[in-house]
T-cell receptor
Framework: QKEVEQDPGPLSVPEGAIVSLNCTYSNSAFQYFMWYRQYSRKGPELLMYTYSSGNKEDGRFTAQVDKSSKYISLFIRDSQPSDSATYLC????????????FGAGTRLAVHP | EAGVAQSPRYKIIEKRQSVAFWCNPISGHATLYWYQQILGQGPKLLIQ????????DSQLPKDRFSAERLKGVDSTLKIQPAKLEDSAVYLC??????????????FGSGTRLTVV
Protein backbone atom coordinates (compact mmCIF):
# COMPACT_ATOMS: atom_id res chain seq x y z
CA GLN A 1 0.00 0.00 0.00
CA LYS A 2 1.32 3.43 -0.94
CA GLU A 3 1.63 5.99 1.83
CA VAL A 4 -0.36 8.51 -0.22
CA GLU A 5 -3.09 7.56 -2.68
CA GLN A 6 -4.45 9.96 -5.27
CA ASP A 7 -6.72 9.28 -8.22
CA PRO A 8 -4.77 10.25 -11.34
CA GLY A 9 -7.88 11.20 -13.29
CA PRO A 10 -8.01 12.78 -15.79
CA LEU A 11 -10.80 15.01 -14.61
CA SER A 12 -12.56 17.17 -17.18
CA VAL A 13 -15.01 19.89 -16.11
CA PRO A 14 -16.70 22.89 -17.71
CA GLU A 15 -15.60 26.38 -16.85
CA GLY A 16 -17.28 27.63 -13.67
CA ALA A 17 -17.67 24.19 -12.11
CA ILE A 18 -16.67 23.32 -8.57
CA VAL A 19 -13.79 20.86 -8.58
CA SER A 20 -13.05 18.42 -5.77
CA LEU A 21 -9.65 16.73 -5.59
CA ASN A 22 -8.81 14.19 -2.90
CA CYS A 23 -6.04 12.15 -1.34
CA THR A 24 -5.97 9.46 1.29
CA TYR A 25 -2.97 8.47 3.35
CA SER A 26 -1.93 5.73 5.71
CA ASN A 27 0.77 7.31 7.91
CA SER A 28 -0.82 8.80 11.02
CA ALA A 29 2.42 10.74 11.71
CA PHE A 30 1.72 13.16 8.87
CA GLN A 31 1.07 16.65 10.24
CA TYR A 32 1.67 18.98 7.30
CA PHE A 33 -0.49 18.80 4.21
CA MET A 34 0.05 20.63 0.97
CA TRP A 35 -1.31 20.95 -2.50
CA TYR A 36 0.98 21.67 -5.41
CA ARG A 37 -0.05 22.67 -8.91
CA GLN A 38 2.08 21.52 -11.82
CA TYR A 39 1.65 22.92 -15.30
CA SER A 40 2.93 20.92 -18.24
CA ARG A 41 6.74 20.92 -18.45
CA LYS A 42 7.05 22.97 -15.27
CA GLY A 43 8.00 22.16 -11.71
CA PRO A 44 5.34 21.89 -8.99
CA GLU A 45 4.38 25.16 -7.27
CA LEU A 46 2.95 25.36 -3.78
CA LEU A 47 -0.74 26.21 -3.85
CA MET A 48 -2.11 25.53 -0.38
CA TYR A 49 -0.63 24.55 2.97
CA THR A 50 -2.43 23.21 6.04
CA TYR A 51 -1.18 22.10 9.41
CA SER A 52 -3.06 19.27 11.16
CA SER A 53 -6.85 19.12 10.74
CA GLY A 54 -9.17 21.84 9.58
CA ASN A 55 -9.96 24.06 6.64
CA LYS A 56 -8.03 26.79 4.91
CA GLU A 57 -9.36 29.12 2.25
CA ASP A 58 -7.45 31.23 -0.24
CA GLY A 59 -9.52 32.92 -2.90
CA ARG A 60 -11.20 30.26 -5.01
CA PHE A 61 -9.27 27.45 -3.30
CA THR A 62 -10.20 25.62 -0.10
CA ALA A 63 -8.10 22.90 1.50
CA GLN A 64 -9.58 20.49 4.02
CA VAL A 65 -7.85 17.96 6.23
CA ASP A 66 -9.64 15.22 8.15
CA LYS A 67 -6.97 13.42 10.14
CA SER A 68 -9.47 11.02 11.72
CA SER A 69 -10.27 9.67 8.26
CA LYS A 70 -6.77 10.26 6.85
CA TYR A 71 -8.35 12.18 4.01
CA ILE A 72 -7.52 15.55 2.49
CA SER A 73 -9.33 17.57 -0.15
CA LEU A 74 -8.84 20.57 -2.37
CA PHE A 75 -11.86 22.43 -3.69
CA ILE A 76 -11.67 24.87 -6.58
CA ARG A 77 -14.66 27.18 -7.01
CA ASP A 78 -15.55 28.88 -10.28
CA SER A 79 -12.91 26.87 -12.11
CA GLN A 80 -11.12 28.56 -15.00
CA PRO A 81 -9.29 27.18 -18.04
CA SER A 82 -6.10 28.50 -16.43
CA ASP A 83 -6.65 25.99 -13.61
CA SER A 84 -5.95 23.16 -16.07
CA ALA A 85 -2.92 21.43 -14.59
CA THR A 86 -1.89 18.43 -12.52
CA TYR A 87 -2.62 18.80 -8.81
CA LEU A 88 -0.34 16.96 -6.43
CA CYS A 89 -1.07 16.41 -2.77
CA UNK A 90 1.96 16.18 -0.48
CA UNK A 91 2.44 15.59 3.20
CA UNK A 92 5.10 15.20 5.85
CA UNK A 93 5.60 14.50 9.52
CA UNK A 94 6.71 16.97 12.14
CA UNK A 95 10.24 15.73 12.70
CA UNK A 96 13.26 17.78 11.73
CA UNK A 97 14.18 16.01 8.52
CA UNK A 98 10.82 14.70 7.49
CA UNK A 99 10.52 14.65 3.74
CA UNK A 100 7.49 15.46 1.63
CA UNK A 101 5.67 12.43 0.29
CA PHE A 102 3.69 13.12 -2.87
CA GLY A 103 0.61 11.57 -4.36
CA ALA A 104 0.58 10.58 -8.01
CA GLY A 105 -1.23 13.76 -9.04
CA THR A 106 -4.65 14.35 -10.60
CA ARG A 107 -4.74 15.80 -14.07
CA LEU A 108 -7.47 18.46 -14.38
CA ALA A 109 -8.79 19.96 -17.57
CA VAL A 110 -11.22 22.91 -17.43
CA HIS A 111 -12.82 23.53 -20.79
CA PRO A 112 -14.48 26.81 -21.83
CA GLU B 1 13.57 36.46 -5.54
CA ALA B 2 15.19 34.29 -8.17
CA GLY B 3 13.83 30.76 -8.34
CA VAL B 4 15.56 27.40 -8.40
CA ALA B 5 17.65 27.11 -11.55
CA GLN B 6 18.24 23.80 -13.28
CA SER B 7 20.13 22.79 -16.39
CA PRO B 8 19.95 21.36 -18.90
CA ARG B 9 16.20 21.44 -19.57
CA TYR B 10 16.30 18.37 -21.78
CA LYS B 11 18.74 15.54 -22.32
CA ILE B 12 18.63 12.48 -24.55
CA ILE B 13 21.27 9.80 -24.04
CA GLU B 14 21.77 6.17 -24.93
CA LYS B 15 21.60 3.51 -22.24
CA ARG B 16 24.88 2.88 -20.45
CA GLN B 17 25.99 6.48 -21.05
CA SER B 18 26.49 8.94 -18.22
CA VAL B 19 24.70 12.21 -17.59
CA ALA B 20 24.86 15.04 -15.06
CA PHE B 21 22.31 17.58 -13.94
CA TRP B 22 22.97 20.87 -12.22
CA CYS B 23 20.92 22.82 -9.69
CA ASN B 24 21.29 26.26 -8.15
CA PRO B 25 18.85 26.71 -5.24
CA ILE B 26 17.31 29.92 -3.94
CA SER B 27 19.94 32.02 -2.23
CA GLY B 28 20.12 31.27 1.48
CA HIS B 29 18.12 28.06 1.34
CA ALA B 30 19.88 25.51 3.50
CA THR B 31 18.05 22.42 2.33
CA LEU B 32 18.21 21.03 -1.19
CA TYR B 33 16.34 18.06 -2.63
CA TRP B 34 16.53 16.00 -5.78
CA TYR B 35 13.31 14.32 -6.84
CA GLN B 36 12.62 11.90 -9.69
CA GLN B 37 9.25 12.19 -11.41
CA ILE B 38 8.39 9.39 -13.78
CA LEU B 39 5.62 10.14 -16.27
CA GLY B 40 2.22 9.82 -14.62
CA GLN B 41 3.63 9.59 -11.10
CA GLY B 42 4.29 11.97 -8.25
CA PRO B 43 7.82 13.11 -7.43
CA LYS B 44 9.93 10.66 -5.45
CA LEU B 45 12.74 11.90 -3.23
CA LEU B 46 16.19 10.71 -4.27
CA ILE B 47 18.40 12.68 -1.92
CA GLN B 48 18.16 15.50 0.62
CA UNK B 49 21.02 17.80 1.60
CA UNK B 50 21.21 20.02 4.64
CA UNK B 51 23.88 22.58 3.73
CA UNK B 52 26.51 20.28 2.19
CA UNK B 53 25.69 17.17 4.23
CA UNK B 54 23.41 14.33 3.16
CA UNK B 55 20.48 13.73 5.52
CA UNK B 56 18.47 11.23 3.44
CA ASP B 57 19.59 9.20 0.46
CA SER B 58 17.63 6.06 1.28
CA GLN B 59 15.95 5.93 -2.15
CA LEU B 60 18.99 6.84 -4.23
CA PRO B 61 20.19 3.89 -6.38
CA LYS B 62 23.75 4.26 -5.22
CA ASP B 63 25.17 1.77 -7.70
CA ARG B 64 24.48 4.25 -10.50
CA PHE B 65 23.39 7.57 -9.01
CA SER B 66 25.57 10.04 -7.14
CA ALA B 67 25.03 13.58 -5.94
CA GLU B 68 27.04 16.26 -4.28
CA ARG B 69 26.48 19.75 -2.98
CA LEU B 70 29.68 21.69 -2.88
CA LYS B 71 30.02 24.55 -0.39
CA GLY B 72 26.38 24.11 0.56
CA VAL B 73 25.09 25.89 -2.53
CA ASP B 74 24.97 24.34 -6.04
CA SER B 75 24.37 20.65 -6.50
CA THR B 76 24.95 18.08 -9.22
CA LEU B 77 23.21 14.76 -9.72
CA LYS B 78 24.94 12.15 -11.87
CA ILE B 79 23.78 8.90 -13.39
CA GLN B 80 26.36 6.39 -14.60
CA PRO B 81 25.51 4.15 -16.38
CA ALA B 82 21.98 5.14 -17.35
CA LYS B 83 19.20 2.60 -17.81
CA LEU B 84 16.00 2.90 -19.79
CA GLU B 85 13.96 3.12 -16.56
CA ASP B 86 15.86 6.28 -15.60
CA SER B 87 13.82 8.21 -18.15
CA ALA B 88 12.05 10.81 -16.03
CA VAL B 89 12.03 14.45 -15.03
CA TYR B 90 14.62 15.24 -12.39
CA LEU B 91 13.42 18.03 -10.15
CA CYS B 92 15.53 20.06 -7.79
CA UNK B 93 13.88 21.87 -4.89
CA UNK B 94 15.05 23.96 -1.97
CA UNK B 95 13.62 25.16 1.33
CA UNK B 96 14.81 27.65 3.93
CA UNK B 97 15.46 25.10 6.66
CA UNK B 98 14.96 21.51 7.60
CA UNK B 99 11.45 20.14 7.68
CA UNK B 100 9.78 20.63 4.35
CA UNK B 101 6.50 20.43 6.14
CA UNK B 102 7.06 23.76 7.81
CA UNK B 103 7.95 25.74 4.74
CA UNK B 104 7.12 23.78 1.66
CA UNK B 105 9.54 23.50 -1.16
CA UNK B 106 10.32 25.68 -4.17
CA PHE B 107 10.91 23.57 -7.25
CA GLY B 108 12.87 24.23 -10.38
CA SER B 109 11.43 23.43 -13.80
CA GLY B 110 13.32 20.16 -13.95
CA THR B 111 15.50 18.30 -16.42
CA ARG B 112 13.67 15.91 -18.69
CA LEU B 113 15.87 12.87 -19.33
CA THR B 114 15.16 10.38 -22.08
CA VAL B 115 17.27 7.23 -22.20
CA VAL B 116 17.08 5.38 -25.52
Amino acid sequence: QKEVEQDPGPLSVPEGAIVSLNCTYSNSAFQYFMWYRQYSRKGPELLMYTYSSGNKEDGRFTAQVDKSSKYISLFIRDSQPSDSATYLCAMSGSGGYNKLIFGAGTRLAVHP
Amino acid sequence: EAGVAQSPRYKIIEKRQSVAFWCNPISGHATLYWYQQILGQGPKLLIQFQNNGVVDDSQLPKDRFSAERLKGVDSTLKIQPAKLEDSAVYLCASSPAVGGGLYGYTFGSGTRLTVV
